[in-house]
């Protein structure tokens, strides 16, 4: 019964954000700059009309459709080139199967249909990180406390924008998976021992994560943490995870979900690529302030609930040191690895982008904290003064930072007086 309730909340808040998001690109034509086919989303995507209608075969697809959909991705010779990896595509799948023979018209792969296709999943995947987030808020916290973080956690940070504007890219879905491995992970450190379908469940999820982002198996290390810096017999654990029977399954499940990317990479070898002339090239000197603070999609700029944050755990760091080191790791690693990439500011973007996947994480040491009255009722006034900010900017936004630098405030204050689009 309990299930069934869950159910049926789950699918209308889902017809919510439906509607929600359908209303913002109802009206917005294929093949153009807000299309849910464009640039980087247009290079993640083009695995599936690829595969499914195109048997690979470049000069089969539409005329010049790399051109028309932002060069998100390349025909070369008859080969179709992207340097994205294929997870989003598969976690597309089931949607676009359902579009692809039951509505679309045409089915080409590029029509109207097609671009909605990635809204309705990440609208399904964000829900669904959500619900897990709640559930590891759960273990800790009320039930009320639990909502309102889980509320806070998705309408005062980037990760709204990601899940109702920018859905085709792959933060969202990412979202899911980092909720699951969060949860995955207090399941194994609260019984205190690694069940077969634990290991299995964690290598799916980690085999996801690195399919659909590579970079993102760097992320997983500070959650791995939450195993040994809590865990009264460490080597027990790390040795049911890493060097038992079990552990067979979180090594070798990632690298099957990974073998199909392999033999993309050997189709496209010596063709281009993947991430051709882009790189770490800031490693000496990470740009640190422009990550974090910068009218071009600095995160406390844009998502500055993530700043009261970090001064939040910096200020209870001494009483909580065991729960909050692996958060702020996490952070100084993502903001430490994205300040030393080449576009640290990751291109077009809203609020720094390389946080979205890793909400429910930063966020779970408030259902830990114990805060007096007084601090709570603050915490919830920053929360819904942060909400109404950032739903401010992402409904002015328009999917770029059109300023002449890095540091244009004359441009983020036009932006933030602006008519909402």
């Known amino acids: 019964m309990k299930s069934i309730k869950i159910l049926i909340i789950f699918l209308a808040l ?12 109802i009206r917005r034509i294929p093949n153009t700059y807000n299309s849910e086919i464009w640039a980087d989303k247009a290079g993640y995507y083009v695995f599936l009309p690829a595969t499914f209608i195109y048997q690979w075969q470049g000069t089969q697809m539409p005329d010049s459709i790399h051109l028309k959909t932002g060069k998100g991705f390349d025909i070369i010779e008859n080969n179709i080139v992207t340097k994205y990896p294929m997870g989003v595509a598969i976690m597309l799948l089931p949607f676009w199967v359902i579009n692809h023979y039951f509505i679309a018209d045409p089915s080409d792969g590029f029509s109207f249909s097609y671009t909605l296709i990635s809204s309705v999943a990440s609208t399904f995947y964000v829900l669904a ?13 009320s039930r009320a406390r639990s909502i309102l973080l889980t509320l806070f956690l998705f309408l005062s940070t980037n990760l709204l924008y990601y899940t109702i504007i920018e859905t085709g890219m792959s933060h969202s879905f990412s979202f899911f998976w980092f909720s699951l491995l969060l949860y995955i992970i207090l399941k194994i450190k609260n019984q205190q021992k690694t069940e077969t379908s634990d290991a299995i469940i964690l290598g799916l999820t980690l085999g996801a994560i690195i399919l659909i982002r590579p970079i993102n198996c760097i992320f997983c290390f500070p959650y791995f943490m939450i195993l040994f810096i809590h865990s009264s017999d460490y080597k027990q654990t790390f040795i049911q995870l890493f060097l038992s029977t079990k552990s067979l399954y979180i090594c070798i499940i990632p690298l099957l979900l990974f073998a199909p990317q392999l033999y993309y990479y050997s189709y496209t070898s010596g063709i281009s690529p993947a991430y051709s ?30 700043c009261f944050l970090m001064l939040f755990y910096l200020f209870n760091i001494k009483n909580y040191a065991k729960t909050l080191i692996p958060i702020i790791l996490l952070f100084v690693l993502i903001v430490f690895v994205y300040g030393s990439w080449w576009s640290y500011e990751l291109g077009c ?3 720094h982008r390389s946080m979205v996947e890793f909400y429910s994480f930063l966020f779970l040491p408030l259902a830990i904290i114990d805060m007096p009255k007084k601090i709570k009722n603050t915490a919830i006034f920053i929360g819904i003064l942060c909400f109404i900010y950032s739903l401010k900017l992402i409904l002015s936004y328009d999917g770029c930072f059109y300023g002449n630098n890095d540091w244009d405030w004359n441009a983020y204050i036009t932006l933030l007086v602006s008519n909402i689009k």
């Open 129 to 141: 990180g959500l619900f897990i987030s709640y559930f590891c808020m759960r273990k800790f916290a």
């Open 349 to 351: 973007a809203f609020g």
């Open 277 to 306: 002339g882009e790189g770490f090239i800031y490693l000496s000197n990470p740009k640190i302030a422009e990550v974090l603070f910068s009218p071009n999609n600095g995160l406390f700029l844009y998502t500055p609930i993530v």
């Open 14 to 25: 889902w017809l919510i954000l439906l509607l929600i998001t359908f209303n913002r690109h």
